[in-house]
């Protein structure tokens, strides 16, 4: 870093524009280039995205940034330097999801967020249900089953052969109904539910639907209103290309101080009175609390700023290349895996045509399988028993593929896979 440079304008640097934010490209991205910006690509055929993406050398870049700074020149006052790139996370992940920036908080975690947002509903809970499925993440489903335990109607869908069935739902739901909560995208097997469908529903009933958006923000293109989506949440590990333990919380204006009250303090205290100030106002209570507006409610104190920093980089890269453009080359690669692994004797859990870039299929022997391809420099998860996922993102290319089938012996051939 320069020493001498201001360090917004290092920041500016990297900023985009508004215009450049409401972009979505229309040419295809060339990502050979792309995967020269992930050194992780160079040392593996990293297919483990859902678990935890790598960092792309402009976000990883903009944090060394951030920590020669803090290392070096942290002074007071020192967050009118970051407060942009900070904002702007904000603003890109509002656009990319297409919600207003008033309609975004800063939050820390998918898991925590869903559990905030259940704890700021008891009024609208009390005396209601609340549908999720089975598919949805494990410890949400942990978070209900407490609930459930301390009295809340709390309904689990079962999936039926790897996809949800908006009927099944249906028949769950019934007038008292105040939520349904569900993963956009499931880590288990890649299923985007039907969250109009679903959305539909709740709405019919006077429920809301919220989508725990952690496997899909970055890869699937989201539409709040569109899809009908009241509530949703994520941490920007995942395909985000950030950081764990930083994310963003969406709550619909209209329910924010109303159907969704904020469960920790927010905003600020003034002491009108000796020694704090000097001349107190008179009009004025001796203790003025000014609690924060808007999403900020959900806020408390400073976000993590190496997440905020790490996700508006990114959420510029994202936006830059495109969802579309970033579905469209992923899929070549989950459509490949989806026709050869089964011919290979892998059954998949994933349904055909299902429009995520994670798929997972049944393997004999999830040890040993995992023993062979690491040893391959082969990256996937092994999950959930005999489940093995496969999640390619923008670095990925038919390379990897070829090196994770190369890497796999045909199942039930006597290998020991
Ligand atoms: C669907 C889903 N939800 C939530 C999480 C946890 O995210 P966080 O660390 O942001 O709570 C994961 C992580 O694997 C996930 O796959």
Redesign the pocket.
């Known amino acids: 870093m320069n020493h001498d440079q201001p360090v917004d304008r290092e920041l500016n640097r990297t900023a985009v524009t508004a215009a450049e934010i409401a972009r979505e490209p229309s040419t295809v991205p060339d990502f050979d280039a792309v995967r020269r910006d992930f050194p992780r690509a160079r040392t593996a055929a990293y297919l483990d995205n859902?678990?935890c993406h790598p960092l792309s050398v402009h976000a990883a870049a903009a944090l060394h940034r951030y920590i020669d700074w803090t290392t070096h020149d942290v002074a007071e006052p020192w967050w009118p330097g970051w407060a942009a790139a900070r904002d702007q996370a904000k603003h890109l992940f509002a656009e990319l999801i297409n919600a207003g920036p008033e309609e975004v908080a800063f939050a820390?975690?998918?898991?925590?967020?869903e559990s905030n947002l259940l704890n700021g509903m008891q009024e609208h809970l009390a005396g209601g249900n609340v549908v999720t499925d089975d598919l949805?993440?494990t410890?949400?489903l942990y978070n209900y089953r407490v609930r459930q335990r301390d009295g809340l109607d709390v309904r689990i869908v079962k999936h039926r052969n790897w996809t949800l069935d908006p009927a099944d739902v249906a028949a769950a739901v019934d007038r008292n109904t105040r939520l349904i909560s569900v993963?956009l995208?499931?880590?288990v097997n890649g299923l985007l539910a039907d969250v109009k469908a679903l959305s539909d529903l709740a709405h019919a009933h006077g429920a809301l639907l919220y989508a725990?958006i952690?496997?899909a923000a970055g890869a699937v293109p989201i539409d709040v209103r569109a899809m009908g989506i009241d509530l949703a949440?994520?941490?920007t590990?995942?395909w985000l290309m950030g950081v764990?333990?930083f994310?963003f919380l969406y709550v619909r204006a209209d329910l924010q101080g109303t159907v969704v009250k904020p469960t920790q303090h927010h905003g600020g205290v003034h002491l009108n009175y000796p020694p704090w100030v000097e001349e107190p106002d008179p009009d004025a209570p001796e203790i003025v609390f000014a609690p924060t507006p808007g999403p900020a409610c959900f806020e408390v104190s400073y976000p993590s700023y190496e997440g905020a920093i790490c996700a508006q980089e990114s959420l510029a890269y994202i936006n830059r290349l495109g969802v579309a453009n970033i579905r469209s080359h992923a899929r070549t690669l989950t459509d490949r895996l989806q026709e050869e692994l089964p011919a290979l004797g892998y059954p998949s859990i994933t349904p055909r045509r299902n429009e995520s870039p994670i798929v997972a299929f049944k393997v004999p022997d999830p040890a040993a399988t995992q023993t062979r391809l690491r040893a391959a420099g082969v990256n996937v998860a092994m999950r959930h028993g005999d489940k093995m996922r496969i999640s390619p993102s923008v670095f990925n290319n038919q390379e990897d593929v070829e090196r994770l089938l190369r890497a796999l012996p045909p199942a039930g051939t006597g290998h020991r896979c």
């Open positions: 859902a678990s820390r975690s998918t898991v925590e967020a949805h993440y410890a949400a993963a995208v499931s880590n725990d952690i496997q949440a994520c941490s590990f995942k764990k333990g994310g």
